[in-house]
C-alpha cells in the first residue's frame, strides 16, 4: 500500500510533504507514547531511528535531486535543536545520559548527501546499518543481565554490544554487497565486508555523546568508496600489506605509551584512509610528522612525556584531522592546490609542535607573545628563541618532503612560510582566547580543567586540541594568501 502511494507520487515536493509528515507523526506519536509511559524515551529513540534511518537510505531512489531531502534534514535538525536547547520532547532526550544523537543524525545526511548525492548504493547501505546495526547493538549492551563494559571515549561500551554491531553490519554489508562492491572477486569481496565491519564497529567504540549517529555513516561510506578506489585500481594487495605495517608501527608506540586506546584506533583509521585515498605522497608526510613530534617528546622529562605524549583521539583529529578531510576530498575532486594544502596543514602541526618540544629546552622562561610578560614553561602563548627556531625547523622540515612529490619550489616556500606563521598564530590565540583554570586557592593554573578549579581566562571551549585544531586550519588559509598576494 505504502509503496503504491510512493509510485503515484511524481512531484518530488509531494514526496516531501509525505515525508515531513510521517516525521512529524513519528514525534509525536513517540511524545504521546512517553507521556502515557507508553514508551520509554530509549525505545522512542530505537523506533525514529530505525525507520528514519531506513527512510534516509531509500531517499537516493525516491527523490530526484538531493534538495527535498536536505531540506527536511534541515527542519529535523532544527526541531532537535531547540527541543534539546529548551528541554522539549523529553521522549527524545531523557534517556538518563547527555545524548546529541538526534542532532547528529541528520547533520550526517546533510553531510554526505550535500557532497554524495550520486553515490545512491553507498548512501543507502551506509544509514541501512545506522539504522539497523547500531539500536541492535545498543539493545544488546543494555540488557540487565552481567556485560562486559569498557570506555574508551567516555561513553560506557560493552564487548557484547560491540560484537552484536560487528556482526549485524557484516550480515547487512554482505546482503547489499553486490550493489556497494561492483566488479570484485569473492575474494576481494569478502576483505572488504570484513574491513568495513571492522572499521564500522570501531567508529561507534570511539564514538561519546550520540556521535555514532555521525561516525557510523561517514566511516561507512567512505570505507566503502576506499574499496572501490583501491579495487578499481588494483591496489588491494600492496594497500593490505601497508595497513598492516602501519597497524604494527602504531601498536609499538601505544605499548610504549605515545598513543592511548582511542589514539591508537584513530590512528589507524587515519593512516589507512590516507594510504587509501591518497597514497604514499600523503602518508609519508603525515608519519613524518608522527614520528618527529614522538622522537623529540622523548627528549623531555619522563613526567612532561606522560602527560603530553599519550595522544588520545581528540588529540590525533586535532592535529590531523584537516588534513585527512583535505586528502579525501582531494580524491573526490582532484586538485593540486588540495594537495599543498594537506602539506601546508601538516608543516603546521610539525611547527607547532617542534616549537614547543624544542622550546622547552630554552634556559628563559618563555614570554607571553602577545603581552611580554613572563610565563612558565609549556604554558600556550609563550614563545623562545629556541622554540621559534623549532618552528622554523619542523615547517621547513614537512615542506622538503613535498620536494620528493616534485612540488614546484615556490609552493614549497609558501608551505613552509604558511606552516610558521601559523605556529605563531596558534601561540596567539593561545594567549588571547585558550581557556586556563584557576584552583580556589587561586595558586595554581591549570589548561586542562580541573574539578573545583574556576575558568580564569579565555573561553572555556577553547582548549588546547581547539587550539591546534585552528592552527592547522590557518596555515591552509595563509598559503591562499600568499598564493594571491605573489
Not at 69 to 86: Q, R
Amino acid at each position: 500500500m505504502f509503496s503504491q502511494i510512493l509510485y503515484q507520487l511524481d512531484n518530488p515536493w509531494e514526496l516531501f510533504v509525505l515525508f515531513l509528515f510521517l516525521i512529524l507523526f513519528l514525534i509525536l506519536f513517540g511524545e504521546f507514547g512517553y507521556k502515557k509511559k507508553i514508551l520509554s524515551a530509549s525505545s522512542n529513540r530505537a523506533i525514529i531511528h530505525l525507520f528514519t534511518g531506513l527512510a534516509v537510505s531509500s531517499s537516493p531512489f525516491l527523490f530526484p535531486n538531493k534538495i527535498q531531502p536536505i531540506i527536511l534534514a534541515f527542519l529535523f535538525l532544527f526541531i532537535n535543536l531547540i527541543s534539546y536547547k529548551n528541554n522539549k520532547l523529553k521522549s527524545f532526550h531523557d534517556i538518563g545520559r547527555e545524548s546529541l544523537g538526534t542532532i547528529y543524525f541528520p547533520l550526517s545526511f546533510i553531510l554526505i548527501s550535500g557532497l554524495f548525492w550520486d553515490y545512491s548504493y553507498q548512501i543507502a547501505a551506509s544509514y541501512i546499518i545506522l539504522a539497523i546495526a547500531d539500536p541492535l547493538a545498543s539493545f544488546v549492551g543494555n540488557r540487565k543481565r552481567k556485560i562486559h563494559k569498557y570506555n574508551i571515549a567516555g561513553d560506557i561500551k560493552s564487548i557484547e554490544g560491540s560484537a552484536a554491531m560487528f556482526t549485524a553490519t557484516l550480515v547487512l554489508m554482505t546482503l547489499v554487497s553486490r550493489f556497494i562492491f561492483i566488479n570484485f572477486d569473492i575474494l576481494n569481496t569478502t576483505i572488504a565486508i570484513i574491513i568495513c565491519s571492522i572499521a564500522i564497529t570501531f567508529s561507534e567504540s570511539i564514538s561519546s555523546k550520540g556521535s555514532d549517529n555521525l561516525t557510523i555513516p561517514i566511516t561507512a561510506f567512505l570505507f566503502i568508496e576506499l574499496f572501490n578506489h583501491l579495487n578499481q585500481n588494483n591496489f588491494l594487495s600492496e594497500f593490505l600489506f601497508i595497513i598492516i605495517l602501519i597497524f604494527i608501527f602504531l601498536f609499538y608506540f601505544f605499548r610504549k605509551k605515545q598513543l592511548s586506546l582511542s589514539g591508537f584506533i584513530s590512528a589507524n583509521f587515519m593512516g589507512t584512509l590516507i594510504i587509501g585515498f591518497g597514497g604514499l605522497d600523503h602518508l609519508i608526510p603525515i608519519s613524518i610528522f608522527f614520528i618527529s613530534s614522538t622522537i623529540l617528546s622523548k627528549f623531555n622529562n619522563h613526567q612532561t612525556m606522560n602527560l603530553e605524549s599519550n595522544r588520545n583521539a581528540a588529540q590525533v583529529f586535532a592535529n590531523g584531522g584537516l588534513a585527512l578531510l583535505l586528502c579525501i576530498i582531494n580524491h573526490f575532486y582532484p586538485n593540486n592546490f588540495l594537495y599543498y594544502s594537506f602539506i601546508a596543514a601538516i608543516a603546521a602541526a610539525n611547527s607547532d609542535t617542534w616549537g614547543t618540544e624544542i622550546g622547552k629546552f630554552s634556559k628563559t622562561n618563555p614570554i607571553d607573545i602577545i603581552s611580554r610578560k613572563k610565563l612558565e614553561t609549556g604554558e600556550s602563548g609563550g614563545v623562545t628563541a629556541m622554540g621559534i627556531v623549532g618552528s622554523l625547523l619542523g615547517s621547513l622540515l614537512i615542506s622538503l618532503t613535498g620536494y620528493l612529490f616534485k612540488i614546484d619550489v615556490k609552493y614549497l616556500m609558501m608551505i613552509f612560510m604558511s606552516g610558521f606563521f601559523a605556529s605563531l598564530f596558534d601561540s596567539i590565540i593561545g594567549s588571547s582566547f585558550q581557556s586556563r583554570f584557576i584552583s580556589k586557592s587561586g595558586l595554581i593554573i591549570s589548561e586542562s580543567y580541573i574539578k573545583n578549579y574556576y575558568l580564569f581566562t579565555g573561553d572555556k571551549r577553547l582548549n588546547n586540541d581547539a587550539v591546534n585544531f585552528l592552527c592547522t586550519v590557518s596555515s591552509p588559509l595563509f598559503l591562499i594568501t600568499i598564493d594571491t598576494v605573489l
